[in-house]
Every structure is written in structure tokens, then in C-alpha cells.
């Protein structure tokens, strides 16, 4: 009886062992998963992330006085207000890089200030192009939703104005991908992203021919 309570007692040890280890490694599976996925946009070789996910806060101040009535695909230039870091910690965006800003329309018709482009240490985070799109649909939807009121500034509505040196706060509703090209072209001292119509223009082109 003895012998068979000694059993007993070593069976339930080893299984109360054999769960407790069986927990600790799930615990370490999920901290590696975490860590795993804090650094999946982090390229260990040049110290700088790949990409800017969605959810990412970039505050920018305003270069210059921003007064739009109509869409003309304009580029206007601002500085990232503060340092913003990413999932694992590190610096993603130092306050000073530049930024693009432009003024879209939204889905209601508004015109709305969004963000375009942000540079890190010469490499331009972009919206990179969907090969895989349907290529009649237009991507006509924001980069960042604006986080906060403007001080003096109306930053959507029927016309866009927003005061030099204010800061305009986006959360990033759609990827930054590092290395996208930047195609726009420099007209009487000013940029301008005109080949969002130009892409707009050819899609309809090819459209028509398939009717």
C-alpha cells in the first residue's frame, strides 16, 4: 500500500511538472512571437525599419501656409515634430525628418490635408503601388487620419487652410513601405504629384479600349 502510494504521489509530481514545463514554453513561444513581430519591420544590418505600420502617430509641423480651394495635387513640406518610434522602441522617424503633405479629396467630396511621404536618412517611406489591383479601381483612400484639432486651422471641408508652423498630427491608416520613387515634377517653384491623375487617366484609357 505503501509502494502504491509512493506511485501515486511520483505519477501526480511528474505530471504537476510536466504541465508547469509545458507552460513556460508556451509563455517563452509567446514572448518570441511578440518579440518576432516588434521587429519584422526592423532591418537589424542598416539599424532602420522597412516599412511604417498603420496605427504609427507622426506629428508634422507646416513649412509654409497651406490655401486650397480645388485639388491640384500639389506637394506642401513639413518636419516631423518629435521623434516617433516604432513596435520594438527604436527611433523610426527623428524629429526634423521632412515630410510630404497633400490635399486629397474624401470619399464625401471634402478636400482633406493628408500625409504623402515622410524621408529618413534619405530613404522616402511611400504608399507603394498595388500590382496585384484591379486596375479600372481608383485608390482614392487616405495615407493618415488627422489626430486633433488644428490651432487656427481648418484642415477639411470645402477648402483647406491651415496656418504656417502648425503642427497637423496623422495616425497612419494604410502602410509606409521604404524606397518608393518619387515621380512628381517641379512646375514655377513648386512640386506636384500629377501622376495620380495621369495613373487615372491611363486606367480609363484602358477601360475604354476593353469595351
Excluded: K
Aim: with cysteine; net charge negative.
Amino acid at each position: 500500500m505503501c509502494i502504491s502510494f509512493n506511485y501515486r504521489l511520483a505519477s501526480r509530481l511528474a505530471l504537476g511538472a510536466m504541465v508547469i514545463a509545458t507552460s513556460l514554453c508556451s509563455a517563452q513561444d509567446r514572448d518570441r512571437d511578440r518579440d518576432g513581430d516588434r521587429d519584422r519591420d526592423w532591418d537589424q544590418n542598416r539599424g532602420i525599419y522597412t516599412r511604417l505600420e498603420p496605427g504609427t502617430v507622426i506629428p508634422v509641423r507646416t513649412n509654409d501656409s497651406i490655401d486650397v480651394e480645388h485639388r491640384d495635387n500639389r506637394v506642401y513640406y513639413g518636419t516631423v515634430d518629435q521623434d516617433v518610434r516604432g513596435a520594438n522602441g527604436r527611433i523610426a522617424i527623428p524629429r526634423g525628418a521632412n515630410a510630404e503633405l497633400m490635399v486629397r479629396v474624401a470619399p464625401d467630396n471634402d478636400l482633406i490635408l493628408d500625409l504623402e511621404s515622410v524621408v529618413v536618412n534619405g530613404q522616402r517611406y511611400a504608399i507603394r503601388a498595388d500590382p496585384n489591383r484591379v486596375e479600372s479601381q481608383r485608390d482614392n483612400s487616405l495615407v493618415g487620419a488627422i489626430v486633433g484639432a488644428i490651432d487656427g486651422g481648418q484642415a477639411r471641408g470645402r477648402a483647406v487652410r491651415v496656418p504656417r508652423d502648425s503642427v497637423v498630427t496623422f495616425r497612419l491608416d494604410r502602410p509606409l513601405d521604404m524606397g518608393v520613387v518619387d515621380r512628381g515634377v517641379t512646375r514655377d517653384g513648386n512640386h506636384y504629384h500629377d501622376w495620380y491623375d495621369r495613373d487615372d487617366r491611363d486606367r480609363d484609357n484602358r477601360d475604354r479600349d476593353r469595351q
